[in-house]
């Protein structure tokens, strides 16, 4: 424990390791639209836009890279055999903040600005299936 926190601290954080450790979580990493995530069920996360999904769907993904279950890491060759994961479409098209490019070079009058929003599929994770 470092020694310069105050006391209250000192035992929440001590509180906060060992419920990491006695509260182990089944998670995976998973392949999705050619990004890895790690997720764990009951968690939210933000995918690049999926097409043709509706709110309220179910998603199957079953190119799962890792599985850890209790501490037992399953790795696979490339993937674990017979493991998925199954998602909730929660929100089918969320747009990110917008990305400005600015290109100048200094005393020839050139600018250009541009700019984009990436699209988003909010999914939440029903279950690690290993």
Do not use: W
């Not at 390791?17 to 998670?27: A, Q, T």
């Not at 209790?70 to 929660?90: H, Q, R, Y």
């Amino acid at each position: 424990m470092p020694k310069g926190l105050k006391k209250a601290n000192r035992n929440r954080l001590r509180l906060s390791v060992e419920n990491r450790l006695i509260n182990k979580v089944m998670y995976a990493i998973v392949e999705i639209n050619g990004q890895q995530f790690k997720v764990e069920e009951g968690k939210k996360i933000f995918v690049h836009h999926i097409k043709d999904v509706e709110a309220g769907a179910t998603a199957e993904f079953e190119k799962v890279l890792l599985v850890d279950n209790n501490g037992t890491v399953t790795v696979g060759t490339p993937v674990v055999d017979g493991a998925k994961v199954v998602c909730e479409v929660l929100t089918p098209l969320v747009k990110g903040d917008k990305v400005l490019v600015f290109h100048k070079r200094r005393r020839k009058g050139y600018r250009k600005l541009n700019g984009h929003r990436e699209q988003f599929t909010e999914l939440a994770i029903k279950s690690v299936i290993a």
